[in-house]
Each structure stands twice: as structure tokens, then as C-alpha cells.
């Protein structure tokens, strides 16, 4: 490491205490997680681990990545004891660590769907069977078991198993990286918890060899048909240009190439993912910061391409766009990476759990016709997992902090204590984000020194003033979009910090055709969606003017407590058009009240008619 | 005949005086006449008469199509002759004649490129090689120059060779059909003229045969690779639901099939002539009258398929829209289709030829970005010669009479004779149309007797008001779109009409993409556009506003004496983007004038920027 870079302030070191998300967290632990663990019992997740335990050859049930679900469970919980002492919960997880090291073969191979099923074709498909995908997992929700307890039970499984892996791929080993990129994440998080840099190795060769056409040649595909796009095998890794493919597996692998560029120093591959996350989220992202245009490829089309009533925006994707931007924003210290880790959190990716926390989305439209709702479970159960273990560790994303100095990225009501070069700061933040602008900060440090201070003024916020006990700072100095306080902290020194948060009226560029004549609400970091539920009027009549004004309210009652926005549209008669082709511009539009909730919100009551773009009048008259 | 359908009242029996007709006819015979003969000339079209008359092998020029070129410089020259005797014209014209008579081969054939170039394949290339196409428009030229003029030379040589055509092609004779319909109108009128009915049968034949796949059968395709969609040869005729195909050739079609629907009271044909023609207007027309969506086929293409900048809209298919138009009004003694005859007439077909005469369209789009601009030839020349055949003949198209009724279809100041079972009737008809709605119509009958008059209330007329020598009729019967006045009238009297004209904002059928969110301005049969020239902002940044007012305005020193239309838009700075996806709507818009002139008059002055269809604000944000 040539430099240092910034760390995230851990999950442990941080409390959550504010009105948005400590209820939120409160219902993860109540309700998701055993939701979670009863899902996992209903669809054979532990069966399979007993079978593989017992070298059965039959009655395996599922997709053959299952594992990887029971995995993400256990790393949610990980995160969830982090914090929160649950000996029932931990015994839970000890248990269900037992079946899985018991399932383990003495090579330290552990894949309950090849073990049982096709023993003998073990590593002879990467591309489609998810193995070291599975292993990814495994050595996440470990290294998470790890630091949240300190018990190494899974954290052996998983260095065996690793070692196994390490001990097949790699340089003067066989060829070879995974058709779904997760390890390389996992094999980073294992080389810094053990110190062990052959892991790190491993990950980086993962990493570089991707592009070489490994699948073409694994599955005997003369190269002049194999087009590798789907699964980002189309070119050498470092000549990536855009985002491409399937959507979670992009973002998975560019989080990963983010890891190996930072801790290699890698400025070439670094280069690699600084452009394709300008391609990703200047042309490919949703307004709820979720990624991924269609279904067919589960991923990504071409630039601008972003459909509304059929956008795919998986919630793995939206967690994974955080997971991304939160490696960048910690090895570049630029706010503009919190803006869209902020973005997709608050709005894709909290889309994907429903307010009471039981059930879920896998895709995320922006528009809906009316009926479709969340489940509480999938033949595919990638995504209930991943928004989980996302949330769950919420508080790893809230601060981020250098020898010294302390960066507030999410302004998430709660404390932390940080350990600088110059001695120990316990910070105090109190504030009503993400519906309200106002942020109090109380800075306790274990005695008078000097370090800086680094406050995220966000993307949306046009305008931010910051006080240092009570007073104005006229001009603070502002840094990559951070504005910066360096200067001796004494015990009870208050910042305050207010962002002005208007309701904005946001446009798509010209080339998102789907969005054309369409404005969204944003409020703070909230985008807005219009529920038929809330309107006076059909849905698909409404239309926003653009002077229109919005207010935003507090309704308690409402959705769990919500800001909705309040305003006035217009409604059409509904235009019959008959057979004429072309006839004199009839304006038959009534004033109507319209009222938009967070779109994160959605689908929490009847699942009725949705839509975050709202036509603008006066296309009232073609519709 | 079952019964009595409408005639048109003959150019002959009809004067046309109105400051917008009268100086374009004059135009039409002192330059556009002239101009076609030059250019003749210049292209080698006596020349290859000349070459077919001596039996020549070589030095023919031009496309296998020319004859038909020369024929209907013949058919223009001949309905100026019928209204303007002009002894050198026709001096010309009795030479060209000649020389067409001197080609024509001992059997009838005629056709100068099979007899230079290819005599040993006549007749083995229907689909392609327009025999009988060229042969139409000579059998048009002939009738024209008869009826004109009544001299026989060149129908002498149309019958000649409508008889060679009869003996080979026919029931009990060989199949075939013409590429490019055109020969079963001429076939038609050559019956009317003549009294002959082979030649009804022999279009009858022509019509009704069609889409019997015969192009497959000449051509050796396989009837599973055949798509016989651009010929209108892909169902037996009578099964035809949509216009489909080449433009001209399907309007040609269609205009054969009511001829011979109507003279040979087949119902079956006229149902399918009703349904085709219903799907060309309300689903593939351009607001102008033309049609003909596509450059690659120059035709149709799919419902609402109507783009602007690549609008085709071939002047010959505007053109063969009023020829269609035209027997359906006088088949059905329906205003609707004089409607869009009427539309087609005064936009798509008017825009076909230059203000001075001499210069012409091919394509006709109704948007361009610059440097497009009409020509005085094509190597395919069609164009010029229909346009200005179209135009002589205007008078043809101005009343229809029955045996005791007029119908007045378009307000053309000026005279007509009109001879009745009851008696004669002069009308005169005072009007500023189509720049004011305002009509006078005197009548004046050999003596008082009763007939209906049938005064067209055009489509685009929302209020009308007529009045009898003073007397407001409070409510009017009105049939089939006409104000029906039965009365015994005398001497003198008198009928105003007022079609009030306001200016129109019209909107596109919502399926019509290219056309959301725009609108297109017309007042009375007029279509407007926006020139680049008359603007005071660049013109892809103008918008207009639904409720922006637009006042009619004339301008005696433009265009030739246009009416504009006055009002005002809103210019856009023209909003950088940069890389942001999703912005706050900034609104930086500016007020500014506009006007628009007369879609037919485009491309007069400089050829820059041309828009029919406007965007309207707010769309001002996203360009």
C-alpha cells in the first residue's frame, strides 16, 4: 500500500438510534432474520447440508447455488449480534455452523449441490454452477461470524475450503474464475482478517485473468461464437468501457477490481473501474440508484436504456451498487460515491423489504399497472439475504475515518467512537434524516487535539451552512464535496450542519427516452413514487405540471411514519380518440390534490397502480 | 350501372379566377409547361422516340420508365389546352405526337426502351419493366389531348395499342397484371371515351387478378419465399385489409379498384376499397394528405408509422391521394373524402412544385434540418410532370353535378356551367379562399327550376353559416358533410357561405410517436410549417405552448402573398447536460415570435431548418 486510504468506522463502533432506521433494525432482528431461518427450514437449505453430511446422493432440493442463501443468513446474523448480544440467535448459528462443518469433505471442498448430486463434476463448470460463487459466500458470512463473536468455528470451514480453491486456481494452477464474481470480495475480507496473503493472490488472479474467454474454452466454444458479454468474459478485464451484462455480477466484479486495484495499487485497473462507474451511473442507473434494464440478461442493455414498468433493478443489484460505491468512496474520499451509495440504499435497495420486513422484492420496477407484490421467498432466494446482511450492517457505512481524521457520510442519528493517531473521539449526531435537513453533531474527545473533520454536504442539497458551537462558518473549505473542519476538538464541541432539503422536481437526460415529458420527486435522498392508493384520480391520468408545487408533511400514521408530498396535478377525462389520425388540441384537464410517498414505501398496502415518472401536462392530451 | 352516382363537373365548363389558383395556373403555362418540354429535351426523351421509329439499337437513355414522363408533359399541356386554346403549344404537342405515331410499331406495341434496347423481351417482365405502365399514361395523354382538343392523332395511337395490350392479356388469354397499376385507370377513362368495352374489361381483369401471385409465377419464386407485400401482390385483392406496399403503385390500385368497383357494381371491392381506404387515413397518412412512410420501399410501412425528418411522401403519392380521394367523392357523394383530397391538394401535392414553377420535390418531408431543396429534374422523374398534370387540371376537381344537383366540393373563385335535366346553370363564386372563409355564390339559372345545391362544409370547419340572398338558414339539413339547399332558384340569387377559420392547433393520434408532445398549426385546408428564416431563436430550440395564441396575418410582399400565422414560443438556451443523469428541472426558457408559413410554400427562400410539427413546452427542458 502505497498510501493510506480511509476505513469505514466498524459496525461495532457504531450505535443507530434515529427514528428511520433503529425500527428498521429493530424488525431485521424480530422479524427478518427468523423469517430468513424459517425460509431456510421450508425449502431444504439444511436438509441439503445433512444429505451432503451423510454422502447421500439423493434428494437434494433447489438451485444448485442454495448454499450461497444460507450463507448471506448467516452473515446478516452476524452482523445483527454484532451489535445486539442474542444467545438464542447465536446458538442458532453455532448450530447450523456445526451441520455445515460436518458437511465439509476432508479436501475442505464444501458444495452441498455437487457433493450430492454431481460428485463428480466438481469444477468442471465455473460458469454456470456457482461454486466459487458459493464459496464467496461462505468465507463472507465467516469472516462476519469471525469479528461479530470471535469465534473461528466458520472461519476454519472457510479457510479450508479456501485453501482448497487456492490450492486448485491460481498462477502455474489451473485456469480458471467464477461465472458469478463474489469470492473475490470474500478472498479480500479473508487475506485481512487472517493476514494471509495468498488469498489476496487468489482474489487478484480472479480478478485479472476475467476477459481471457476462460467460459469459451472451458465449454469448447470456438472464439469466434463466444460472445462472453453476459458474464463481462467479452475483453480483458482492464479494457472494460461500460458496465455490461448481468447486472449483479458487474457490479460484484467491479467491487471486486476495486479491492485488487486498491490494495495492489493498480492504477490501470483502477482506471478500468473509475470509467465504467462514470458508464454505469451516468448512463445506465436508475433514479433509485438500482441498476440493471432488463430481465433477459438480468442486466444491462445500452446507454440511457431505462425502462420504468419493466425495469429488472434486482435488489441484489441495488445492494451490490452500495457494496461498490462504498469501496470507492473509501479509497478515493469523494462524496460523490456516497451520493449514489445514499441513492440506491435509501431508495432501490430499501425497496426490497417491505416495511414489516417478511416480505420481498426481487424486481424492482419503477412503474407498476397494479398488482405486483412482494413474497416472502424465491426459487432464486438471492436477494431476501442480501438486503438483509445490507441493512444488518448499516452501521459499517455511516462513518469513515483516516489517522485522523473522521468522515460523516450517512447522517444517521446514533454515536460512534472513533480511534484516532491523537487519541479517541466519541461522536454524538442527532437528527431527523432522512426527512429532515437539520444535523446536530457532539464531539467528545478523550482530551483536546487536533484532527479534521469531514462532513458530506450530499449531492441533492444545493444549499448546506454549518455552524461551530452556534457559529456560522461563512466559507467553510470544501473537499472532493466534504466540507472539512480541521482544527483542535475539545470535549462538547457542537457542529451543526442544516441541508436544505426543497422538494426537487427532477429531470432525466434527454436520451432516457422512457423518461422523456416526465418529471420524479426527490426529497433529500428520497425519491418519490405516486401509489394509486393516495390519488383522487386514475393513475394513468395524472399528470404533474411542472410549476406545480409540492409540500412535504409528516403523516405518522401512514407507512410507518413517512414525509409524503402534497400537491396538485391534473387529471385528464381520458382523450377518446375514435379513428381520426389528427384533430384540433382539446384541453380537458381538472385540477386534482396528488400525494407521493417514498418509493421505498411502495407495495405496503393494496398492490395497486405505481409510478415514480409522472407525465407532465400538457401531454395530458395524448394519453 | 345500378344507379346514378356524380360526375365531375369537366375543366372545361369550369373558370378559375381567385388570386391563390388563377397566377398558379398562369405560372403552370408560362413556365412549368415550357420548363418540362426543356428538360425533354435535355434528357433524351424525343430522342428516344427518334431512336424507335428508325429501328435503331442504340443510344436510348434514361430509365425503362421515360415514355410515361413524356406522356404526361402531354396530359399537363393538353388540360392547359382545354381552357387556354394556345396555337403554339399546341403545335408542339401535335409534334410530339408525330413523332410518338412514327414509333408505334405495325402491331401496336409501343415502347421505346423494349423497342431499342430488349425488342426480343416484351411483355416477359410485368413486375418490373412498366409497359403497361407507360402505356396507362399515354392511354391518359391520348384521352386528355382529345377531349381538349378533339383531334384523334395520339388516341388513335392509344387505341392502337390498348388493343394490341387487349390481345394478348385477359380471361381465356394470358395472365398478368402491371407492375405498377396505372394502366386500369386509363383503361377506364379509354372505355368512357370510346364506348368500347373491352377496355373496362380489360382493367377489370387487371384489378381483379391482382394478388394472385402472378410475379412469382413470371419470376420462378417459390410461393413459400414470396412476399408479394410491396406490389400488393401478397393477397388475392379482395382480401386486402391495410394500404400496404409501395406508395404510388397501392394508391394507383386503389383509385383502379373504385373505378372498377363502381362501373361494375361489385360491392365485394368496394368494401375492401372502404377498409383499405379507412386504414390509409387514419393510419398511415401524413397531415399534409401524402402518405408513404419509407424511403426503403417508398411506401407504407406500419399503423402511425409517420416520422417527419424521413417522411417520404413521394409527390406523386400525394397526387394519387387526390385521384383516389376524388372517385370516392363522386362515388359516395361524401365530403369526408373531399376532405382529404382537399388536404392533400393545398399541402402534400402544392409542396411537390416551386412558387415560380420550375423546380420540384420528390420526397416531401415535414422536417429538415437544412440544404434540402427541390430540383429542377430527377433521373426518375415522375414527379414533375403528375404535379403539373394535377394542377391543369384543377378545374376538374371543383364541382360535381348530378342530374338536378350541384355539389361545390372546393371554394375556387371563379365560373362554372353546369347543365342540369331541368336546365343550364351558370354559378359564380366570389372568395378569398383558402386564406378566408367567407364564400359568394350567385347562381344563374336558363330559368327557374328546382335542383339541390350541396355546399361542402369542410372537415377542419368546426361553425359554418350560410345565408340565401340575405336570409341566415337557421338550421340547414346537412347530408353526408354538405349544407343541402333544394329549392327552385332564379335568376340572381345568391348564397354566402362563412366557414369560420380560426387557426388550429392540432394534435397527432397518441400511437403516432414522432408527434407526442408536439403540436402542428393549420387554418383552414392549410397546413403550417416553421421556417429556420423567420425565426428569432436557432429552431430546434422553439417551443410553442398549448394555450399560445397565434393571429393570422397577411403578407402580400412574401412568398407570393401568404396569410402567416403570428405568435409567440418559447426558445430554450439549450440545456447542457454533461454527464449528469437525473437533475432538478431547470426551467431557461425565453419568450420569442414565431411564425409559420404555409407548409406548401417551404423552401422558397433559403433552404434551412423546416418544422411542421413543433414540440411543445415543457418538453424545452430535455433538448
Chains 1, 2 share one sequence.
Not at 474520499?333 to 449514489?340: L, N, P, R, W
Request: proline residues 5%.
Amino acid at each position: 500500500m502505497a498510501k493510506e486510504y480511509l476505513r469505514a468506522v466498524p459496525l461495532k463502533d457504531v450505535e443507530v438510534s434515529d427514528r428511520f432506521w433503529a425500527p428498521r433494525l429493530e424488525r431485521l432482528r424480530d422479524i427478518t432474520i427468523p423469517h430468513l431461518f424459517n425460509m431456510l427450514e421450508k425449502h431444504g437449505y439444511f436438509n441439503n447440508f445433512k444429505l451432503a453430511r451423510d454422502k447421500a446422493r439423493e434428494g437434494y432440493s433447489g438451485t444448485f447455488w442454495m448454499d450461497s442463501d444460507l450463507y448471506k443468513v448467516i452473515e446478516a446474523s452476524a452482523y445483527v449480534l454484532a451489535k445486539h448480544p442474542d444467545p438464542a440467535l447465536e446458538k442458532q448459528v453455532d448450530e447450523v455452523i456445526s451441520l455445515i462443518a460436518s458437511a465439509q469433505m476432508p479436501d475442505g471442498y464444501l458444495n452441498t449441490y455437487f457433493q450430492v448430486v454431481e460428485p463428480e463434476r466438481r469444477w468442471t463448470n465455473l460458469r454456470d454452477c456457482h461454486e466459487l460463487y458459493c464459496a464467496g459466500h461462505l468465507i463472507e458470512a465467516a469472516v462476519a461470524y469471525y469479528e461479530a463473536t470471535g469465534k473461528r468455528n466458520l472461519l476454519d470451514v472457510a479457510i479450508r475450503f479456501a485453501d482448497h480453491i487456492d490450492s486448485i486456481f491460481g498462477e502455474g494452477k489451473r485456469l480458471g474464475y467464477p461465472g458469478h464474481p463474489e469470492i473475490e470480495l470474500a478472498l479480500v475480507k479473508l487475506w485481512k482478517v487472517t493476514g494471509e496473503k495468498r488469498y489476496l493472490d487468489l482474489a487478484r488472479f480472479f480478478i485479472l485473468k476475467r476477459g481471457t474467454k476462460f467460459f469459451a474454452q472451458e465449454h469448447n466454444i470456438p472464439p469466434e461464437e463466444y460472445d462472453g458479454t453476459t458474464l463481462q468474459d467479452n475483453v480483458p478485464i482492464k479494457e472494460q468501457k461500460e458496465i455490461v451484462g448481468h447486472a449483479v455480477r458487474a457490479l460484484y466484479l467491479m467491487a471486486g477490481a476495486t479491492d485488487i486495484g486498491r490494495e495492489s495499487g493498480d492504477e490501470e485497473l483502477l482506471q478500468m473501474v473509475q470509467r465504467v462507474w462514470r458508464n454505469a451511473t451516468e448512463r445506465r442507473m436508475f433514479i433509485t440508484g438500482g441498476m440493471g434494464s432488463s430481465s433477459h440478461n438480468e442486466g444491462f442493455t445500452r446507454d440511457y436504456d431505462l425502462p420504468n414498468l419493466t425495469a429488472y433493478q434486482e435488489t441484489c443489484a441495488s445492494c451490490a451498487v452500495v457494496f461498490w460505491a462504498h469501496r470507492l468512496a473509501l479509497l478515493y474520499g469523494d462524496a460523490k460515491y456516497v451520493d449514489v451509495l445514499e441513492r440506491a440504499l435509501y431508495n432501490g435497495a430499501l425497496a426490497g423489504i417491505s416495511l414489516k420486513g417478511d416480505r420481498f422484492f426481487y424486481v424492482n420496477p419503477l412503474e407498476s399497472k397494479g398488482g405486483y407484490k412482494r413474497e416472502e421467498w424465491f426459487g432464486c432466494a438471492c436477494c431476501p439475504p442480501n438486503i438483509a446482511r445490507l441493512l444488518a450492517s448499516l452501521g459499517n457505512y455511516i462513518y469513515a475515518q483516516s489517522e485522523d481524521s473522521i468522515w460523516v457520510n450517512l447522517y444517521v442519528q446514533g454515536k460512534a467512537n472513533v480511534e484516532l493517531k491523537g487519541g479517541k473521539v466519541n461522536l454524538e449526531l442527532i437528527g431527523d434524516y432522512p426527512w429532515d435537513g437539520h444535523i446536530l453533531l457532539s464531539l467528545h474527545p478523550s482530551q483536546p487535539f487536533e484532527f479534521s473533520l469531514y462532513l458530506r454536504v450530499p449531492g441533492w442539497c444545493k444549499k448546506a451552512e454549518v455552524r461551530i458551537n452556534g457559529k456560522v462558518q461563512e466559507k467553510p473549505s470544501v473537499e472532493k464535496g466534504y466540507i472539512l473542519i480541521k482544527r483542535t476538538w475539545k470535549e462538547g464541541d457542537k457542529v451543526e450542519l442544516d441541508l436544505l432539503m426543497p422538494v426537487e422536481k427532477i429531470v432525466a437526460h434527454p436520451e432516457v427516452k422512457e423518461d422523456v415529458g416526465k418529471i420524479a420527486l426527490q426529497r433529500g435522498p428520497l425519491v418519490y413514487c405516486f401509489e394509486e392508493e393516495d390519488q383522487h384520480a386514475p393513475l394513468q391520468l395524472i399528470y404533474l405540471a411542472l410549476d406545480g408545487e409540492f409540500k412535504p408533511k409528516w403523516e405518522s400514521d401512514l407507512l410507518g411514519g413517512v414525509v409524503v408530498l402534497e400537491g396538485e396535478g391534473l387529471a385528464s377525462d381520458g382523450v377518446d380518440w375514435k379513428d381520426e389520425l389528427y384533430k384540433p388540441a382539446s384541453i380537458r384537464v381538472k385540477k386534482v390534490k396528488v400525494r407521493a410517498i417514498p418509493y421505498y414505501a411502495w407495495d405496503n398496502r393494496e398492490p395497486r397502480g405505481m409510478k415514480v415518472w409522472m407525465p407532465l401536462y400538457p401531454q395530458a392530451m395524448w394519453e
